[in-house]
């Protein structure tokens, strides 16, 4: 079972970028596809972006869209985030997560999940 772990959070002002970077173990990451979620506090956990398996069809959650942008590196076993003109309702703890499609991203119990990277954004 693939492993996963996030790196790139920080505090960040306002209008600024970050990427985020997800890391993945194990020799079948190209059969995986990937998403990132987020938690703010006190709310559940909600969808932000997903990418297929090649990396050709991505999906955006309509709050982020044009502002956050998910891509992959099979190469590296990687998915990124990256993400510009933050606000402050951006900031949350990040997830990225595997399954073996798109849907399953989306919707699946077997998710598997990473330890999480925390995004503060300051006004």
């Known amino acids: 079972q693939v492993q996963l772990v996030e790196s790139g959070g920080g505090l960040v002002q306002a209008g600024g970028s970050l990427r985020l970077s997800c890391a993945a173990s194990g020799r079948t990451f190209s059969s995986y596809a990937m998403g990132w979620f987020r938690q703010a506090p006190g709310k559940e956990r909600e969808f932000v972006a997903a990418i297929s398996q090649s990396g050709t069809t991505t999906y955006t959650a309509d709050r982020v869209k044009g502002r956050f942008t998910i891509s992959r590196d099979n190469a590296k076993n990687t998915i990124y985030l990256q993400m510009n003109s933050l606000k402050s309702e951006d900031t949350a703890v990040y997830y990225c997560?595997?399954?073996?499609?798109?849907?399953?991203?989306?919707?699946?119990?077997?998710?598997?999940w990473g330890q999480g990277t925390q995004v503060t954004v300051s006004s």
């Open positions: 997560a595997a399954a073996i499609s798109t849907q399953a991203v989306l919707s699946s119990p077997g998710r598997v």
